[in-house]
């Protein structure tokens, strides 16, 4: 299941999935989506290690601020995956 994270000011909506277990131990994919003239520009990372899975339309250096963001969210992004996805309704 995909969850909605945040939504930025231009547009970019931020989504993560359910946390999926494999070999290496846990993990979860955040996707950043901007819209543009010709679709979206995309950002695909993993958490934990915030690899990029795949992108399209950023330049590096809106990917390392993405994952900057990623990095500085993780630890609230792995509760609500654990909660599924509700955290922030239930909080408020």
């Known amino acids: 299941m995909k969850y909605t994270y945040v939504e930025f000011a231009d547009g970019t909506l931020v989504t993560f999935n359910d946390i999926r277990k494999d070999k290496n131990g846990e993990h979860i994919d955040v996707y950043f989506e901007r819209?543009?003239?010709t679709g979206f520009d995309y950002l695909q990372i993993s958490l934990p290690d915030l690899d990029t899975a795949s992108f399209e339309g950023y330049s590096e250096a809106e990917i390392e601020d993405l994952k900057d963001f990623a990095a500085d969210n993780a630890a609230l992004i792995w509760e609500m995956a654990?909660?599924?996805?509700?955290h922030l309704a239930n909080a408020v």
């Open 82 to 86: 654990r909660e599924g996805g509700n």
């Open 35 to 37: 819209p543009v003239d």
